[in-house]
């Protein structure tokens, strides 16, 4: 798992020297630009080598048919998978007829650099060509953050020593391979050749290609225009055909010269009966013309205004490593990236940066994603709160076809529709419900938006309120169930009172309640009545929390710590993931975790425990949870950190943050991990910075721990900014603007006045007891050897 | 759901007047005749119509792809399905150039009749061409008890009235399409001409065809020849082709000449690699001379003589209804057509009558077909558990890939391998493994035959106790736990310590210690000590038995009575069977019972509960007990019996006995239900005869209900028959022959000595209470509407 690329250290960029032919295609992951509308991968930008050429447009994708070996009722008959859209980003480069190939000739320099206040990708290189022809290329790549179709590149080509004729050959090529993640031939015969070409056309340096999908039946359109530059003469022309544009520039270039080409390409796309072809088409070709029109210096100046704004409010500063201080920014800046212009959209599980899990959008954007958002751009987070929202109707349909009330959301999906085809992994796992429940109600919460509440978390949160009471039944002595459900827990499934989900499903009956009262007319227009409403309360209170008596330990579902332990020490290194070697069935029935599942209720429902129940229940589940999902060190930062194991939580923070920059699941190759890239911002911030939502606020206990000897972070808070220095002994409270802000620091309320900075000390740290022991093998590696894994 | 097809009453067989085509295919189930290595279903025989013209060898399958959406650890590549081996049951007539069809003409009488001494299906016709010449036809197809591997008919013509010529074509026809249960194109192409023909040949009245089956690579021979007798000279002669082979034999026929052809086919195949073409074609061939060598009134006869011998200890005599004893010496014959000649291979679920389930066996083979055999033909059982013990490796293999100890069997399977793609309701279902063990050890019991108990039963007992003791726990209190296993019921899986699988895991491990201490060296020979045998003991000891003080009732799994109770007053009688019109996940988690479970325990295990437990968990699991499944009410026709409700119990009895007859599941097209069949006499010997098998010998409490008047049944003890007659006040035993026998009547020993009659009485019966009542729309129908849907 060790990495063979090393990233060079910036606090502000990441890059990497060299170009190995077997590494790209992480590189393309890491480096990938978007705006959560468009996403380009980090390829080259003459398309060979080449890992995997993705361009994705969020939303766009393809059905395939989902073959089972049994059917069974309420099964998907179609999944979706995420298609690569024509390719706009390719500029093949020919230097006196000879085609530039990193992998040919002699490259003197090659250096791609991601660019966190930039906003662009920037290449630059130096290369000799087996005939000794010399050049010096320059190329930035950008999606843009302003003209939200829009992906551009500035390419420049500059002789060095002796004259050259340069052919930059512009391309937009349609029906490229795509990687497909599935085996079965049906499907992946549906996924080839995903487009169908209804029309095109060229003009001068423009081409635009319009197709539509097979099967999802969405229509397509893609342009490209190109101001070019050269300080000789050049030659431009344009060829256009059914799945092919291209802009050719050929410039005779003395030593010394450049030619540069800016390019654009707007992508636009709607289900087919709601655009004609010819409409998308002018909605891409404007879209082109609008950012060209400033030339190049207006895109980039875009992007860096609103990166500054985001930076602003949302910057970590990281005291102490400055690899922990890239990989942070590297993911603020990536989650930014992937939701930046969603525009009633979601955020997949890899943003737009790869075809992995099929593009599909999961529980994680609400439970790690968007509550970031929400904390530092919350614009983008209402974006894809408001998807969820407008994928309402479905998942009302989804919960009538399997005989519940209310709504039942889809594990995953890109269009709104289930798309899982093993259900005690998926439609069991009602939790997905509560997760998204509770992302609204804290977006309201924090933001304080009213008609977002009214408008989009009420809705959703009655809807989810109403299948709790239909998927649970209140026993004989009052104790309210929900039988036969799995929770976030991949290792354990189809269990009863899975305390995550039980926990998660009373907040979510508790904010439904609250909201509905809170909006009492908006309520009654979704048909909820006084009676509706008490009988959430009531439920809310009576919900089963099974607890081991004889343990003194939070059960993560009911009879859990009865069964037997996994065979730790009899499972070999190389067995992990354990999914991948050991049937279903048997790790459903044994005690071992897949990823935090009782310890993420720790931390999302963190009022409903007590520290010293917090405490207990952190060091049963360290003994048992292995870490096969990415989405598991966070959530046990955050508690290590709160019950006073700050090295250890240092330790699960470092795994967070070299997870994709070590491509520790091996896997980075499909994108990056937008849950986990959260989870570095959520270890440092609610781990260290302490930082928890209660009902009366923004409640903080910082504490640092080696290497970190100082932490800045901020957060939004109805409007206004609110930032945190802290340091060993105290924090500093800041808020920029607006009215007195209460929060609470290690329990004592703080009165916080614009401008106005509050210095609180930090109480003595609690004795913990000895460090936390995990299955053999499956300690994390110590914070030094995690970070020297990323860059030295 | 009721029936069309109404069998006329005889007590020896079953037969039908007229021909309805859409009708064919229940009445191919019905009147197939099969060996237990050839199986024909009962079409025409000219072909056509035709429902589903099944030719089956048991053993033959092909493999197919097995499709998933999502892939995961331990899940079988491959399925297999039963196919149509080449087809010579084939006789097509044309009159005077016209082809007999019973759609076309003047069909003046038609009937076809089973008959159980015979062991012949005979069909007589009368038939007007529509150029009016006139016809009457006799056919009696048999597949051979004497000759394994033979099936034949005998055909006459009988020209009526006028002279005609007559036409008899004989065939021998392969790759004759197949009826799929599979939707996913890739498998239905595989299945698609799954023989590749290697080599044919014709010579006289003979034909041959020699193929492969393409991916599981079997080679078939299927061999024909004919005597000929007609009253006139007449021409014969014999064509074949790759796929086609064809003896046509013509005469002339004067007004009231007859032509007759016999026709005896052979059926040889084996694993490609283990006999050459050549030798499976030789062997087809002598299989088909040496049955033709008598003719036919040999073959009739050693069919009489191997029934004869069947029905002298197997008869069960039912007075009071005609109905009901026709229907349980239907049972009877098609259990024993199942697995006369059996020769090491199972009994599939539907025997060789269809290819429901895809011709694959479970373990309601061991549960319900094979006691009954071990009783009434122990030679026949005897080799369906032999096949069990040739698949011990492929068993011991399946358990080393899923991590466990000992043999892990499949849930459903051909040849031994794991073909199933669900493993919620297959690998989870660990119980298949102790259901197989409680049959070998029932029949080393019953039998007394040592060199099986030794080579066959220790095997299976001792590898089946080793997986117990590596799927279960025992926990800090000293309880062995099974966790996340599946029992019978197909609506509850994945639970904890189903009660079903646990005690009969605790049954297995000790028939396991007493085999090994039996049997000490050859128990050494299998690596076991006394170490090991001593743990099977203590565990068994330790078995946990949920039981739920509150309700005082058993529960079918830790937790169930505390879940939610379906919701059966909501449900409508069209959303029957319910796993066609809710999930799983709802089924799974809440109290609704597709087939007995419990209930089952309480026949399978029936010395683990006293009378007053029986009593009160089957009125509890009444109450939730839908029935979706053909194997439940035979287990609740026993309990109902034994707890004293008679009434009840004969009305399941009736369920049972017209389940097939009835067609109430809707597939007996696909072939009969044979552990439903089973069930029939289960219901009769073990629910009014109340026979029950202990430690110390058999145990009888027989006790009749109306329309029961009287009640006679035999089984085989160590070699000897037993016979009952039961009457309302009192029973007769009578032993046939052999030293004392000791049984018990309602709990008091009788020493029965051979050729004495011992008269028993009745006990007073019992006060059982109010009838126990099921979901809403699913009270069994009275005995008398069942049986009146039959005949009357």
């Known amino acids: 798992m060790s990495s063979s690329l090393s990233f060079d250290l910036d606090p502000w960029s990441i890059g990497l020297s060299g170009v190995d032919p077997d590494e790209l295609e992480r590189r393309e992951s890491v480096f990938a630009v978007s705006n959560g509308h468009v996403g380009w991968r980090g390829t080259l930008d003459e398309g060979e080598p080449c890992g995997i050429p993705g361009t994705y447009l969020n939303g766009v994708f393809e059905r395939h048919p989902?073959?089972?070996?049994?059917?069974?009722?309420?099964?998907?008959?179609?999944?979706?998978?995420?298609?690569?859209?024509?390719?706009?980003?390719?500029?093949?480069?020919?230097?006196?007829?000879?085609?530039?190939?990193?992998?040919?000739?002699?490259?003197?320099?090659?250096?791609?650099?991601?660019?966190?206040?930039?906003?662009?990708?920037?290449?630059?290189?130096?290369?000799?060509?087996?005939?000794?022809?010399?050049?010096?290329?320059?190329s930035t790549r950008l999606v843009s953050f302003e003209h939200r179709s829009v992906g551009a590149v500035r390419y420049r080509v500059e002789a060095v020593d002796a004259e050259v004729t340069v052919t930059i050959q512009s391309e937009l090529v349609a029906n490229i391979d795509h990687l497909g993640v599935h085996h079965d031939p049906r499907v992946k015969e549906t996924l080839e050749d995903p487009f169908v070409p209804l029309a095109h056309a060229g003009l001068g340096t423009s081409a635009t290609l319009v197709h539509r999908t097979r099967h999802s039946d969405l229509g397509l359109a893609v342009s490209m225009d190109h101001l070019v530059e050269a300080a000789p003469e050049c030659d431009v022309r344009t060829d256009v055909s059914e799945d092919l544009g291209r802009t050719t520039v050929t410039a005779r270039l003395a030593a010394g010269e450049a030619v540069e080409v800016v390019k654009a390409v707007g992508h636009e796309w709607s289900a087919s009966d709601s655009a004609s072809p010819s409409a998308l088409r002018d909605r891409a070709e404007a879209a082109v013309a609008e950012a060209l029109r400033g030339g190049w210096s207006e895109l980039a100046d875009g992007q860096r205004r609103r990166l500054d704004e985001f930076w602003a409010c949302a910057d970590v500063e990281v005291e102490g490593d400055p690899r922990l201080?890239?990989?942070?920014?590297?993911?603020?800046?990536?989650?930014?990236?992937?939701?930046?212009?969603?525009?009633?959209?979601?955020?997949?599980?890899?943003?737009?940066?790869?075809?992995?899990?099929?593009?599909?959008?999961?529980?994680?954007?609400?439970?790690?994603?968007?509550?970031?958002?929400?904390?530092?751009?919350?614009?983008?987070?209402?974006?894809?709160?408001?998807?969820?929202?407008?994928?309402?109707?479905?998942?009302?349909?989804?919960?009538?076809?399997?005989?519940?009330?209310?709504?039942?959301?889809?594990?995953?999906?890109?269009?709104?529709?289930?798309?899982?085809?093993?259900?005690?992994?998926?439609?069991?796992?009602?939790?997905?419900?509560?997760?998204?429940?509770?992302?609204?109600?804290?977006h309201a919460a924090v933001t304080g938006d009213q008609r977002f509440e009214e408008e989009c978390a009420l809705p959703v949160l009655v809807e989810t309120a109403r299948l709790w009471m239909s998927l649970g039944h209140t026993d004989d002595h009052g104790t309210f169930h929900l039988d036969g459900v799995t929770g976030p827990d991949e290792y354990t499934a189809v269990v009863d009172d899975n305390t995550f989900t039980n926990l998660m499903a009373q907040r979510n009956l508790r904010a439904a309640a609250d909201a509905a009262r809170r909006h009492a007319e908006a309520a009654r227009g979704l048909g909820v009545t006084v009676e509706e409403i008490g009988g959430w309360e009531v439920t809310a209170d009576v919900?089963?929390?099974?607890?081991?008596?004889?343990?003194?330990?939070?059960?993560?579902?009911?009879?859990?710590?009865?069964?037997?332990?996994?065979?730790?020490?009899?499972?070999?290194?190389?067995?992990?993931?354990?999914?991948?070697?050991?049937?279903?069935?048997?790790?459903?029935?044994?005690?071992?975790?897949?990823?935090?599942?009782?310890?993420?209720?720790?931390?999302?429902?963190?009022?409903?425990?007590?520290?010293?129940?917090?405490a207990r229940a952190f060091r049963y589940y360290e003994e048992l949870t292995v870490r096969d999902s990415s989405l598991s060190a966070a959530a046990q930062a955050v508690i290590a950190a709160e019950v006073g194991h700050l090295d250890l939580a240092v330790d699960y923070l470092a795994e967070v943050a070299t997870l994709d920059l070590d491509d520790l699941r091996e896997d980075t190759a499909e994108g990056l991990h937008m849950a986990s890239l959260a989870g570095i911002w959520m270890a440092l911030v609610a781990g260290f910075g302490g930082m928890r939502h209660g009902a009366d606020g923004l409640w903080f206990a910082p504490r640092l721990a080696a290497p970190m000897t100082g932490l800045r972070f901020g957060v939004k808070v109805g409007g206004r900014t609110l930032r945190l220095e802290v340091r060993p002994d105290a924090t500093t409270y800041r808020l920029a603007e607006g009215p007195t802000l209460r929060v609470h620091h290690f329990g004592e309320p703080l009165d916080l006045e614009a401008g106005v900075e509050v210095v609180a000390p930090t109480p003595a740290p609690v004795d913990a007891g000895p460090r936390p022991t995990q299955p053999r093998g499956r300690t994390p590696r110590t914070v030094e050897v995690a970070l020297a894994s990323i860059s030295d």
Chains 1, 2 share one sequence.
């Not at 989902?66 to 009722?73: H, K, S």
């Not at 969820?388 to 009538?400: G, I, K, P, Q, Y």
């Open 543 to 614: 919900v089963a929390v099974p607890f081991s008596e004889e343990l003194g330990v939070h059960e993560q579902s009911a009879g859990f710590t009865r069964r037997e332990r996994w065979d730790f020490e009899g499972t070999e290194p190389e067995q992990y993931p354990l999914q991948e070697h050991f049937p279903y069935f048997d790790l459903y029935r044994k005690q071992v975790v897949k990823q935090a599942d009782l310890v993420l209720a720790l931390v999302f429902a963190h009022d409903a425990f007590t520290f010293e129940e917090k």
């Open 325 to 442: 201080q890239q990989a942070v920014r590297f993911a603020l800046f990536h989650v930014f990236q992937a939701a930046a212009r969603l525009e009633v959209r979601s955020v997949p599980g890899k943003g737009l940066t790869g075809a992995g899990y099929e593009g599909h959008t999961f529980w994680d954007s609400e439970g790690f994603v968007l509550p970031l958002l929400t904390y530092t751009a919350p614009d983008a987070a209402r974006q894809a709160l408001l998807w969820r929202r407008s994928t309402l109707d479905l998942a009302r349909e989804r919960a009538a076809h399997l005989g519940l009330s209310g709504a039942a959301y889809p594990w995953r999906t890109v269009d709104g529709q289930e798309s899982s085809g093993y259900w005690p992994a998926s439609t069991a796992a009602f939790h997905v419900n509560a997760d998204i429940a509770a992302a609204v109600a804290l």
């Open 66 to 138: 989902m073959p089972y070996a049994e059917e069974g009722y309420g099964y998907p008959d179609s999944g979706q998978s995420v298609v690569n859209v024509p390719d706009g980003k390719l500029i093949r480069l020919l230097v006196d007829d000879e085609p530039f190939d990193v992998r040919r000739g002699d490259l003197h320099r090659h250096e791609q650099r991601l660019d966190f206040r930039a906003g662009t990708l920037h290449r630059e290189l130096d290369w000799t060509s087996p005939a000794g022809r010399r050049v010096r290329v320059t």
